[in-house]
């Protein structure tokens, strides 16, 4: 285990409705990423949180939001919902980026069904 | 961008046989190749990676190797067990990005014991 959380585990929402997931870092890092992986695909990387602060953003639109919170604990918030959304939501955490250390160690995911 | 593209899709091997997977990467800044093993209704693991400056990694039964001149970069497991299988996915990532990691398309490995 890497000590990474997300919650809930499994999520059914509507088109159009709004939905926040949680992740909680492994201890000492301070870094969190946010992945989507649809189903048979890789990872496509949503954003990245240093320092509550988003400094890293893929290909997604405004609509894909985040929160980074003191406590490294963070939030991806997704507005109006479209069935394209349904994925599995992975967070990853890391030490600060400026260190040299790469690895990231995910979280277990939260599985989204938007109907 | 980085592109990473991954082979083969999928992969059947005999227990105690060998398993390779290739990926290939497309941006000569990418420093940072992570491999992660992703098992059912889990996260996936990361279970070896090289940086640019290294061109072989060894643990135990895993090793990956890599060829900046190529741009491309392999994992090797030898002695397979069935509790190798899983989906395998390669990783690129450069810095100054944000550390976004481009991730390949994934390889469904199944170990016949």
């Known amino acids: 285990e890497t000590g990474v959380t997300q919650s809930p585990t499994h999520l059914i929402k509507t088109r159009g409705q709004q939905v926040t997931l949680r992740c909680s870092s492994q201890s000492g890092h301070n870094t969190v990423s946010w992945y989507q992986q649809a189903l048979g695909q890789g990872p496509q990387f949503i954003f990245q949180y240093y320092r509550e602060e988003e400094n890293g953003r893929g290909n997604f639109p405004p609509r894909f939001s985040g929160l980074q919170f003191p406590n490294y604990s963070s939030e991806l918030n997704v507005n109006a919902l479209e069935l394209d959304d349904s994925a599995l939501y992975l967070c990853?955490?890391?030490?600060?980026?400026?260190?040299?250390?790469?690895?990231?160690?995910f979280g277990p995911g939260t599985r989204l069904t938007v109907l | 961008g980085e592109n990473v593209e991954q082979h083969p899709s999928t992969l059947s091997v005999q227990e105690g046989d060998s398993a390779v997977i290739k990926c290939t990467y497309s941006?000569?800044?990418?420093?940072?190749f992570p491999w992660y093993k992703q098992e059912l209704g889990k996260g996936p693991q990361l279970i070896i990676d090289?940086?640019?400056?290294?061109g072989e990694k060894k643990d135990q039964r895993i090793a990956v190797t890599l060829n900046k001149t190529a741009k491309h970069f392999s994992l090797h497991i030898t002695e397979t067990q069935p509790e190798d299988s899983a989906v395998y996915f390669c990783a690129a990532s450069k810095p100054n990005t944000g550390n976004q990691f481009y991730f390949g398309t994934g390889t469904s490995l199944t170990v016949i014991p």
């Open positions: 090289i940086r640019s400056n290294v």
């Open positions: 990853a955490s890391r030490i600060s980026p400026g260190t040299g250390y790469n690895e990231q160690f």
């Open positions: 941006d000569s800044a990418s420093n940072y």
